[in-house]
């Protein structure tokens, strides 16, 4: 079916064998993919004409596909719960931290540019991060709590968090200081 497909590039389906649940990566031509829609597709075309992103140090042949992992998953009535839950946990948690799904994206990015985003190849996983960003936003916050000491609010101050030195010191804390022997991450104990 997904071979039918003309904006799917039948030479980029991909069958992964070895995950827990079947997972298919495909890619999308977004040329194709836009066909129906002519103005669209000569918005897009002229977008990828323009200087607007020629300065930024990336792939430029990504402008012109991209890349989706399909899961099937099967539940029974007890495990349906249990990942509904988890998705709803990321709402909520998001909603909570909002800076938590920023710093997401720029790690993700990060990831992908150095072959690092893919789990079955010893990446990790998109939850698996967004629990370890949660779980420094939870201590930030956890942190920003004691110090306030009744001062001010916390959510002015979730409004006007530095998401550069967030990342910089995200990035420090699970680089230098975070032991993982001794440590275990648990987001809900906060």
């Known amino acids: 079916m997904l071979k039918d497909q003309k904006f799917i ?36 075309r002229d977008f990828k004409k323009s200087s607007q992103y020629k300065n930024f140090k990336f792939n430029h042949d990504e402008l012109n596909y991209v890349r989706i992992d399909l899961t099937f998953v099967h539940f029974d009535k007890t495990q349906e719960t249990e990942k509904m839950n988890s998705v709803m946990y990321a709402k909520i948690m998001i909603e909570q931290f909002p800076e938590v799904k920023i710093i997401l994206k720029v790690i993700k990015r990060f990831f992908l540019i150095k072959q690092m985003n893919n789990c079955f190849s010893g990446g990790l996983s998109s939850f698996n991060l967004f629990l370890l960003i949660l779980s420094y936003a939870q201590t930030q916050e956890e942190n920003s709590n004691h110090s306030n000491s009744g ?40």
């Open 9 to 44: 590039e039948n030479d980029k389906i991909e069958p992964i064998f070895t995950a827990s649940v079947p997972v298919i990566k495909i890619q999308i031509d977004y040329e194709k993919l836009l066909e129906d829609d002519p103005e669209l597709l000569e918005n897009f």
């Open 151 to 190: 001062t001010g609010s916390v959510d002015s101050e979730r409004a006007n968090i530095n998401l550069g030195y967030f990342l910089n010191y995200l990035v420090g804390y699970f680089g230098h200081f975070f032991n993982f022997r001794a440590t275990i991450i648990d987001t809900n104990a906060i």
